[in-house]
């Protein structure tokens, strides 16, 4: 008896097959899910043609990660078209023939191949893509077939209620899906955005560095937002929440606030770079060698790191020796004896130091910038000079550029005979008064 059902079941499938295709209708909707993809074929190659920027061969090693992904778009220009097409060749067969099942087979068929090749050729992850194509296919085929709202009735009917929170298997598998693809996409966004801002080279390293931050910190506090949103959670009760949280914490972390404040502020005036020397209105000078959103460091020329609140560079005065100009200018003090040749002095002097590697000289550099001698003052032993001169960076730490001059002046005056004077006092001894003698007589 079972054997004839099915012979009977299987004949009459037979016969429904041999009426479609008997139908003329079916080979016009297979011609024209035909001509759509040979359209779309055609269509696509023009656009790259005449956009090569969207040509897929942007993988290769060395390309701009911006470059990659477009490239990647770029690959979906086909399918898109085709599912666009074959989106209105579904009504148009419907009016025209009264059936378009042939085409509608098509049209979720290119979705599924569509989703397919977006997740090969964007998940890295391999959990992820193993979730996607094992778990976010079959939805999908189901969704499109209409046969998804009978499962999220059924899934929606499987909870439990606590308290006034009712928990669903439907719930915790739209949280779990949907959770998990905005996270992903909050992930390849921070990432291609961060990719973007590290090759913007007028950029500094550390503005760089703090911009991509502040874009994947505002990414993924919006996925967190549209996280909230799927787990049905009121945003404006949050937002009364987070407004009575922010008054409290607001007095007890005025400070960080206001670092973290400054530290934007910093960010977007350039008053501060990594690499600059900055001098302190403490007098507290180093190398500016961490730029965060709460505090700076500064490192000393003896290796010391000197944390400083970003407020600091906002309220107080502070002294940027090297941020729009490295080139520095420094002087050093020296004293010969008054009977010394000064003139001759002076050239001597000017040669010896523009022989120095480091200190800027030549006939290219401008007449003010050269090394020059000059008499400061009459001291009380003798002739007190300097020489001033101009050079790359500060005057400490590698570039101690002062201490090798005094030595090469040193050396400098003695090959040439120049005295440096010493203390010099006069003692006198008066006599003593005869009336003074006379009483030490009696």
């Not at 054997?3 to 295709?21: C, F, I, P, R, W």
């Not at 669903?168 to 739209?174: F, L, Q, W």
């Not at 290219?364 to 032993?381: A, H, L, N, T, Y």
Request: proline share 3%; net charge negative.
């Amino acid at each position: 008896m079972k054997l004839g059902n099915l012979d009977q079941q299987l004949e009459q499938a037979l016969d429904t097959v041999s009426a479609v295709l008997s139908q003329p209708e079916t080979y016009t909707q297979i011609g024209m899910v035909v001509a759509i993809y040979a359209i779309a074929w055609v269509v696509a190659n023009r656009i790259r043609k005449y956009a090569p920027f969207l040509n897929a061969g942007g993988d290769e090693a060395g390309a701009h990660p911006f470059r990659k992904f477009i490239g990647r778009l770029g690959g979906l220009i086909f399918p898109i078209l085709a599912i666009l097409l074959l989106r209105i060749s579904v009504e148009v067969s419907e009016n025209l023939l009264s059936q378009g099942w042939l085409v509608q087979a098509a049209l979720t068929i290119s979705i599924l191949l569509i989703f397919y090749s977006i997740i090969r050729n964007f998940i890295r992850n391999r959990f992820l893509a193993s979730t996607f194509k094992w778990l976010g296919i079959p939805l999908l085929f189901l969704h499109l077939v209409g046969l998804l709202d009978g499962l999220i009735g059924i899934l929606e009917s499987i909870s439990v209620s606590l308290g006034n929170i009712e928990i669903s298997v439907y719930g915790i598998a739209r949280v779990a899906i949907f959770g998990s693809m905005l996270f992903w996409l909050g992930r390849v966004s921070s990432r291609t955005g961060r990719d973007f801002i590290s090759h913007q080279e007028n950029l500094d390293a550390r503005t760089r560095e703090v911009a991509a931050k502040l874009f994947e910190v505002a990414i993924f506090f919006f996925i967190f937002l549209l996280l909230l949103q799927i787990m049905g959670i009121n945003l404006t009760t949050l937002a009364v929440f987070g407004g009575a949280l922010g008054v409290g914490l607001g007095f007890g972390l005025q400070a960080i606030a206001s670092n973290f404040i400054s530290g934007i502020i910093i960010l977007l005036d350039r008053s501060v770079s990594i690499g600059d020397y900055v001098e302190l209105e403490d007098g507290r000078t180093g190398i500016v060698r961490e730029l965060n959103m709460r505090s700076t460091t500064l490192e000393t020329f003896d290796g010391k790191d000197v944390v400083v609140p970003n407020e600091k560079f906002i309220a107080e005065i502070f002294t940027n020796w090297t941020h729009k100009d490295k080139s520095q200018r420094y002087r050093v003090d020296f004293s010969v004896s008054y009977d010394s040749d000064v003139r001759k002095l002076v050239e001597i002097i000017k040669e010896v130091v523009a022989s120095h590697p480091q200190v800027f000289s030549g006939e290219d550099v401008p007449f003010e910038e050269r090394p020059d001698c000059e008499i400061d003052s009459f001291g009380d032993s003798g002739i007190n000079m300097f020489v001033e001169f101009w050079m790359e960076g500060v005057d400490d730490g590698k570039n101690r550029v002062g201490g090798d001059l005094l030595l090469m002046i040193l050396e400098a005056l003695q090959e040439h005979g120049f005295e440096i004077p010493f203390p010099q006092r006069e003692v006198r001894v008066l006599n003593e008064r005869p009336s003074a003698k006379r009483k030490r007589g009696d």
